[in-house]
């Protein structure tokens, strides 16, 4: 079975542009996780989805940052404006009940570097 | 009283010895603590899990230990190998069934 999805894998941009994270869960999953990791500041919860629907926004850190779920098998994280800090590691995970109840399958990740 | 936090940060054990990684939290109404296991350059991977009705579960070479009085679970591995050799993230999830992290421990095991 295919895990979770998530391209592109490396992305190296310069401040100021346009970067779009992608992310497939697995199958049949109905709750989606954007998480962040930097050696600073360890996991990060962004958001997350349930049934398609944003849940919980409170982590993403400024309007810069966008997420959605146009539907069950696909996700985007989006930011707009891109600037240095926003450099991490950005993980999907899916799980297949509601809330965290049940175990998180993370993806691989897509490292950001903004220069 | 969201925190969850883990030490060491880092640690380094030979071959065949018994590596622990312990977390201590605040909340009381955490209901479930699991590990994560990450390699690098791949995502965490759900590693064992408990609730604190229990206080020990055993899983191959992994143990978790629970004391609910203390408000602290530890990770147990026994034996360890060049192949355990990775970053391990405890976690606690609140009422909200969300889970707070902790800050990660990288291990080393030393062949």
């Known amino acids: 079975d295919a895990g979770v999805i998530q391209s592109p894998r490396h992305e190296v941009t310069e401040m100021g542009q346009e970067v779009t994270l992608r992310c497939k869960p697995i199958?049949?999953?109905?709750?989606l996780f954007w998480y962040r990791q930097t050696m600073m500041r360890g996991l990060e919860l962004l958001i997350y989805f349930n049934n398609n629907v944003p849940i919980d926004d409170s982590g993403m850190p400024e309007d810069r940052f966008s997420a959605k779920m146009p539907n069950a098998s696909f996700s985007t994280l989006k930011i707009q404006p891109s600037e240095p800090r926003d450099s991490a590691v950005y993980f999907c995970a899916s799980s297949l009940t509601s809330g965290t109840t049940g175990e998180l399958f993370f993806g691989e990740g897509s490292r950001l570097t903004v220069l | 009283q969201q925190q969850v936090k883990q030490s060491p940060q880092s640690l380094i054990v030979q071959k065949g010895g018994i590596s622990i990684i312990n977390c201590a939290y605040e909340?009381?109404?955490?209901?479930?603590f699991p590990w994560y296991q990450q390699f690098p350059g791949k995502g965490p991977a759900l590693l064992i899990a408990?609730?604190?009705d229990v206080s020990e579960k055993k899983e191959g070479r992994f143990t978790i230990s629970f004391n609910k009085s203390a408000k602290q679970f530890s990770l147990h591995i026994m034996d360890s190998q060049p192949g355990d050799s990775a970053t391990y993230f405890c976690?606690?999830?609140?009422?909200?069934?969300?889970?707070?992290w902790g800050a990660g421990t990288k291990l080393i095991i030393k062949p």
């Open positions: 199958s049949g999953h109905n709750s």
């Open positions: 976690a606690a999830r609140d009422s909200n069934y969300q889970l707070i």
């Open positions: 909340n009381t109404a955490f209901d479930y």
């Open positions: 408990i609730r604190p």
